[in-house]
Structures are given as structure tokens and as C-alpha cells.
């Protein structure tokens, strides 16, 4: 089973940007549907993009247009380049891995989580 680990959060301010990459173990990576979630405080975890194994992309709606992700199967790495970010974005954001995915917007149908990165976005 895939591991996954993210790095690249930080502080930023309104209007700025970050890219935040995700690491994964083993060697079936691209057979792997790669999510990116993120829960504010006091809130659930909501879906934020993913892309599937054959690089189709799907994006919560406040995002699009101002987020990308990306993968990069010969680096088992999937990426989410955020630009024009908002306070509103401030969350942890977590990275997932799902082999078989029935809603790819459903946190349950993930198999493997990271431990998340803190992304702060500040007015």
C-alpha cells in the first residue's frame, strides 16, 4: 500500500502563492488516484482537487481557476500549486491515495492519508 507525505505549507499572505508537493512509497503510484483535502478548525474535512491515474483533474469550485494539481508518476509526487490564495484557504492540507475511488470528492474512499501541512494565509 502507498505512503504519502506533504511538504511545502507555510505563511503567506492574500494574494500570494504556494505549492505544496506529496510524496508517496511504493512503486504502484500511477495506478493510485491522488487527492489534496483540507480541514479548517471547528470544520470537517472538505475535498479540495485530485487527479486520477490517467491525469484527469477535478477541483472543489472555490478553488478552480485558482489552484492546479499536477502529478509526476517518474518522481511518485503529485503536486498542488496554489495561486491568488485568500484567508478563506487557510486549512491543513492533506494528501491521499485511493486505488479504487467510487466518489473522488468522499474523504472514505481514500486509502492512505499524510500527516498534513499547515497553509495560513493571512489579510
Known amino acids: 500500500q502507498v505512503q504519502v507525505v506533504e511538504s511545502g505549507g507555510g505563511l503567506v499572505q492574500a494574494g500570494g502563492s504556494l505549492r505544496l508537493s506529496c510524496a508517496a512509497s511504493g512503486r504502484t503510484f500511477s495506478s493510485y488516484t491522488m487527492g489534496w483535502f483540507r480541514q479548517a478548525p471547528g470544520k470537517e474535512r472538505d475535498f479540495v482537487a485530485a487527479?486520477?491515474?490517467?491525469?484527469?483533474?477535478y477541483y472543489t469550485d472555490s478553488v478552480k481557476g485558482r489552484f492546479t494539481i499536477s502529478r509526476d508518476n517518474a518522481k511518485n509526487t503529485v503536486y498542488l500549486e496554489m495561486n491568488s490564495l485568500k484567508p478563506e484557504d487557510t486549512a491543513v492540507y492533506y494528501c491521499?491515495?485511493?486505488?479504487?475511488?467510487?466518489?473522488?470528492?468522499?474523504?472514505?474512499?481514500?486509502?492512505?492519508w499524510g500527516q498534513g501541512t499547515q497553509v495560513t494565509v493571512s489579510s
Open positions: 491521499a491515495a485511493a486505488f479504487t475511488v467510487y466518489s473522488i470528492r468522499r474523504a472514505g474512499d481514500y486509502d492512505a
Open positions: 487527479v486520477t491515474r490517467g491525469g484527469t483533474t
